[in-house]
């Protein structure tokens, strides 16, 4: 049987290959599409998601989320603008373009916003709800405050996020550094979500020879993921080499692999997981080691299966060749 999933998103490269994912593989019934700012703002990520959306023939309810973290920009200082982009042989490659380089959606946002969508269909479903997010929090965070009894209404939570031995924006990783107090408040809730950090996505990564056999599946789907791969294996080659050459990263796309495979994630451990707010710490995940400490609050993957998660990838994206 099919699980049901929201997937909540801050749709740049990597999200949208993680959608694609999502959307083709046999184990998921995606049920909605949440998104917030975080990659790229608010408007394109709900519009790229359109766009990918549109693209596959897939009409799922997409839902705009928050606009800004929490609190974050209420501080001058920790309102800071990071653009991960190179410039090689005199042309800008970023990592996430503002808009994807699709046709204009065939679809259009529903019309309420994706808190209340959350607060409708945890509250109304007969079955539980999964839901996977591959952007900063904003959303859930929210949710679980102004409804703290709807955390017993999700079946599971997976998490694009953190990292305790590898970071990309000072200590900390880009999603909870996006929106530290966000992560804080879900690790607070009373779930106990599985944590797919930096230390699993980098053992994740796709090399160009590979990236060649997804584009020889001869589909849209794969050829578009190609493209997308390509340009972050640019940046990763020119900016931030991976321990093998010519690779790329596909973060938020082991966040949904590993939900459809949780033999994906190596050396996953229970741990209490904190946040920190300010300075280089901003989005820092330390794990509490105390003998008296708290009650662990996630499921914490140290490391990946790289050839599980490739196999997986490509088989699941050869499943497209009817989307041309």
Not at 199 to 206: E, G, K, L, N
Request: proline letters at 5%; one cysteine or more; hydrophobic letters at 40%.
């Amino acid at each position: 049987m099919k699980k049901k999933v929201i997937l909540d998103v801050d749709t740049g490269s990597d999200d949208a290959i993680a959608i694609m994912l999502a959307l083709l593989s046999p184990g998921i019934d995606v049920q909605a599409i949440c998104t917030c700012s975080g990659n790229v703002d608010i408007s394109h990520t709900t519009d790229n998601t359109l766009r990918i959306l549109s693209r596959m023939g897939r009409n799922i309810p997409v839902y705009r989320g928050l606009p800004a973290p929490l609190v974050k920009k209420l501080y001058k200082e920790r309102n800071v603008i990071k653009k991960l982009e190179v410039v090689i042989e005199g042309k800008t490659v970023k990592m996430h373009d503002d808009q994807l380089n699709l046709p204009e959606p065939g679809f259009k946002e529903e019309d309420i916003p994706a808190i209340f969508y959350y607060k409708e269909v945890l509250s109304n479903s007969k079955v539980p709800i999964n839901i996977i997010t591959t952007g900063p929090l904003s959303n859930l965070a929210t949710v679980f405050s102004l409804w703290p009894e709807l955390v017993n209404r999700i079946g599971s939570l997976t998490i694009m996020g953190g990292g305790h031995g590898l970071y990309n924006n000072n200590y900390g990783e880009g999603n909870f550094w996006h929106d530290p107090e966000a992560a804080q408040v879900v690790l607070n809730s009373g779930i106990v979500p599985t944590i797919v950090p930096l230390d699993a996505t980098h053992q994740s990564i796709i090399t160009i020879d590979e990236i060649d056999m997804l584009r020889n599946q001869n589909n849209f789907c794969s050829e578009f993921a190609a493209g997308l791969l390509e340009q972050r294996m640019k940046l990763h080659t020119a900016n931030q080499p991976l321990h093998l050459p010519d690779s790329a990263t596909l973060h938020d796309v082991v966040a949904v692999a590993a939900f459809l495979d949780p033999k994906v994630l190596v050396g996953v451990k229970d741990v209490r997981c904190i946040i920190g707010f300010t300075g280089s710490a901003e989005g820092h995940c330390s794990f509490d080691r105390r003998e008296s400490k708290g009650k662990n609050n996630c499921r914490f993957a140290m490391s990946a299966d790289r050839e599980r998660f490739v196999r997986l990838f490509l088989e699941t994206f050869a499943l497209a060749k009817d989307i041309q």
